[in-house]
């Protein structure tokens, strides 16, 4: 027995040999493999390039500089915000060479960003350990985290604002336009920064050149389709310093270029082509915008006017029958009379009932007028049967108007501009043109004064 005792006692202390081996063995490993990922994790250090992105130039011939920020498997890509000659930028030392003005400036920047960018890494590491990705590094850097507000977030309470006011005293159409400028804008945005928004702060003078630059060189918009976005842009801004979210307006410094252009409007002659057409070459939704463009050229009312044109804004004063109405653009009150012309298209249309048009006369409308676009569209086949080689469009309706049907015929600009609802004489100048019958006709009045002056020898 007590050999049998001997082997299991020698047979335990093997077994607890080898257990602890096995032990000690594991444990070592699992401290290796510890140690190996701490190690691997201390090596997840930021990784910072600056690089010039050659494929773009701006008008100058200079490339803009990018950076580039990697952590892990996170990377991030940002502009700079700076650009330069191409012959003079160091992919090695990711810097310009040289001593010229441009080196020493670009250089400055990029040293500036670089401290500004390992500080908020370092920072972050502080408070995040290893968790930081080159996103949060990115959006920091340039003042944007989950908990500001950027340009895009005020835009979209603008538009939500103004949306409550649709139908009151702001326009369907201005927030169409409204919404598809915060289409561009957004794109602007991801294309320039690659950023889902930028902060409210860089909203500044140098961002507005950008983006008009944007507008004319990559969308290939006109200058007015531009300096319409732009002016989107200028009231959001000037709400926003107003309510002393951002300190400075960056339009003060930046005029909004528009392009006045030529006044175009059509002759008295091609009027009277155009109410001479049978009503047989014509559809009834084509005679109908023929009327209301003809009403427009006794009247002056543009075609939102018209749109909401009622019984309402038809005084009667001296014996005869005035239109008094607020335009809906300005809120400034045209004072019309009624010509016996365009009192006899109200009259053709009152009372009428049809689904064909946006409107009917419950809600008080006068006018069936068809949607802009259409009229347009109508008034294009009007012109050719007519043999009219203009670009016939609605508003040059409000045009004729002003130069053939008032002030040509001796009408003053005062009494025009009223008629027009507009608040400055300047402005019916550019609506009003005078034409070469009326300065014939002014001459002719000084002919007899003139006359008497002599030349003497």
Not at 80 to 101: E, F, I, M, N, P
Not at 168 to 178: F, T, V, W, Y
Not at 219 to 227: D, G, I, P, R
Not at 320 to 332: A, C, E, L, Q
């Amino acid at each position: 027995m007590k050999g049998k005792e001997r082997k299991e006692a020698v047979t335990k202390a093997v077994f607890s040999l080898s257990l602890s081996m096995y032990c000690t063995i594991i444990s070592s490993s699992w401290r290796c493999n510890f140690a190996n990922n701490i190690t691997t994790m201390e090596k997840e250090k930021m990784r910072l390039l600056f690089y010039l992105k050659k494929s773009t130039q701006n008008k100058n011939g200079k490339s803009p500089i990018m950076g580039r920020i990697s952590i892990g498997r996170s990377m991030v890509q940002f502009s700079c915000k700076c650009a330069c000659t191409r012959h003079l930028w160091d992919s090695r030392k990711q810097r310009l060479v040289g001593k010229s003005a441009e080196a020493v400036s670009v250089n400055k920047e990029l040293d500036r960003l670089q401290v500004s960018i390992h500080q908020v890494y370092e920072s972050l590491s502080g408070k995040l350990g290893n968790c930081v990705t080159a996103g949060q590094v990115r959006e920091l850097v340039f003042g944007l985290n989950s908990k500001s507000q950027g340009l895009l977030h005020f835009l979209d309470e603008y538009i939500a604002r103004f949306q409550d006011r649709v139908g009151i005293d702001r326009s369907e159409r201005r927030l169409k336009c409204l919404l598809l400028f915060r289409r561009h804008l957004s794109e602007f945005i991801k294309c320039h920064y690659h950023m889902e928004d930028i902060p409210i702060q860089k909203a500044d003078i140098t961002f507005v050149k950008e983006l008009e630059e944007y507008f004319a060189k990559e969308k290939e918009f006109k200058l007015n389709t531009s300096a319409g976005y732009l002016s989107m842009l200028a009231s959001l801004l000037k709400d926003l310093y107003k309510r002393h979210v951002i300190e400075t307006y960056p339009f003060i410094a930046h005029s909004i270029r528009w392009d006045v252009g030529t006044p175009r409007y059509i002759t008295k002659e091609e009027v009277g082509r155009i109410v001479a057409l049978s009503e047989k070459d014509l559809q009834s939704y084509e005679l109908v915008s023929r009327n209301m463009f003809l009403f427009s050229c006794y009247t002056g009312l543009s075609y939102t006017d018209i749109y909401h044109f009622t019984t309402e804004h038809l005084v009667e004063e001296d014996g005869m029958t005035w239109i008094r109405k607020p335009r809906v653009k300005t809120g400034n009150i045209c004072y019309i009379p009624l010509l016996p012309e365009a009192s006899a298209i109200i009259e053709r249309y009152r009372g009428i009932h049809t689904r064909a048009f946006r409107h009917e006369p419950p809600k008080g409308y006068l006018l069936p007028i068809p949607g802009c676009d259409t009229v347009n569209i109508h008034l294009k086949k009007i012109a050719r049967l007519c043999g009219i080689t203009k670009k016939l469009t609605f508003h040059m309706a409000r045009h004729t108007f002003a130069s053939q049907m008032t002030l040509s015929e001796g009408v003053s600009i005062e009494s025009v501009s009223k008629m027009l609802g507009h608040s400055q004489i300047k402005t019916t100048q550019v609506y009003a043109e005078t034409s070469p019958e009326r300065v014939f006709r002014d001459v002719e009045k000084i002919l007899p004064f003139i006359t008497q002056y002599h030349l003497t020898n």
